[in-house]
């Protein structure tokens, strides 16, 4: 029988107790290429942060993260999920390069292609947001352009920084001008803040669907939902999650904060609204732990995590939503 992987059971050993911190107490496998049992999602840590024009400090999210993660059950009782249907693990984190971007997204591009390449989603934790650019060359090298859904308070398609084409604001420009997304089926939501006039509607001229927050706000989110199917329909998906979406005053670590946008329930109520996706990547990205003395947001990013993960276990697992709770809730 293949093996299944799940989390480490919490009434065998207290979660404070259950040796390294793994993503949600998952069992860690180094090398992921040599398991013996089948992997549904494999956990990728990023950690880094050399592409930020404001606050560092991203590159401890993964970490945090996963610390955080502990906390969290196989069942969620708003959408009856046992995500423990998925086999997942642990898979620690890329190589990074500090200092050298585009080093290090040669070689993230290069640690990500194989889990593609076999079927493994690979959940990754950043890190800023600029390590989407390795993660789009990969997914299209073996899926073609990919439907990117990307959660934020930024459109990030500016076309540099400082004279620099890779940065963590530039990259769904990037990914547009290189070929590896499809901006005709892909979707921005929750685009808020003080820009330049120039830059409101550069996503768009892109070809991309905004949902700025100020409409979003408004809407229904199952109304939400039904664009975003309509918009992406059966294409391999990326979601991309930025956690400044969510307003500071429930994620206030994170690096270019923006005022005015949702709260950690209704943040949850949008991502629950998106319905049957063909994922084949995630990421949760611009956590920066130094910003949270108490760890709001790490928290918050691993729910978010943890939503996500009941989305792909609904499509690839359906029997996930039919499965007997019997996990504990200590």
């Known amino acids: 029988m293949t093996e299944h992987y799940r989390p480490d059971d919490s009434m065998r050993r207290p979660r404070f107790a259950s040796g390294p911190r793994t993503f949600m107490r998952l069992p860690y496998?180094?090398?992921p290429m040599t398991a013996t049992g089948r992997i549904d999602v494999a956990v990728v840590g990023v950690p880094t942060d050399s592409a930020v024009g404001y606050r560092s400090g991203a590159r401890f999210g993964p970490e945090a993260i996963r610390s955080a993660s502990i906390l969290l059950r196989d069942h969620n009782p708003e959408t009856g999920v046992d995500v423990t249907r998925l086999s997942m693990i642990d898979a620690g984190d890329a190589p990074v390069v500090p200092g050298y971007h585009d080093l290090t997204l040669e070689r993230l591009e290069a640690h990500l292609r194989p889990f593609y390449e076999r079927g493994v989603l690979p959940l990754l934790l950043g890190g800023d947001h600029s390590l989407v650019m390795a993660e789009m060359r990969a997914l299209a090298a073996v899926h073609g352009p990919v439907s990117v859904v990307h959660f934020d308070a930024h459109g990030d398609v500016l076309d540099d920084y400082y004279g620099v084409k890779h940065f963590h604001g530039t990259m769904f420009r990037r990914g547009v001008e290189e070929g590896v997304?499809?901006?005709s089926r892909s979707v921005q939501a929750g685009m808020r803040g003080s820009v330049h006039p120039e830059d409101v509607g550069s996503a768009e001229a892109l070809g991309y669907e905004v949902i700025r927050w100020r409409e979003l706000a408004r809407m229904d989110p199952e109304e939400f939902g039904r664009r975003v199917r309509a918009r992406v329909g059966d294409r391999p998906v990326m979601l991309s999650?930025?956690?400044?979406?969510?307003?500071?005053a429930y994620a206030p670590g994170t690096g270019t904060p923006e005022v005015g946008g949702p709260d950690s329930?209704?943040?949850?109520?949008?991502?629950r609204a998106l319905g049957p996706l063909d994922y084949r990547g995630i990421d949760i990205v611009e956590v920066s732990p130094p910003y949270d003395h108490s760890h709001i947001t790490s928290h918050l990013a691993s729910v978010v995590a943890f939503e996500l993960l009941g989305q792909v276990a609904a499509v690839r697992r359906p029997d996930a939503a039919a499965t007997t709770h019997t996990g504990s809730l200590t």
Request: proline residues 10%; hydrophobic residues 50%; without cysteine.
């Open 181 to 183: 997304v499809d901006p």
């Open 29 to 31: 496998i180094a090398d």
């Open 265 to 271: 329930h209704r943040t949850l109520e949008l991502l």
């Open 241 to 248: 999650f930025d956690i400044d979406f969510v307003d500071p």
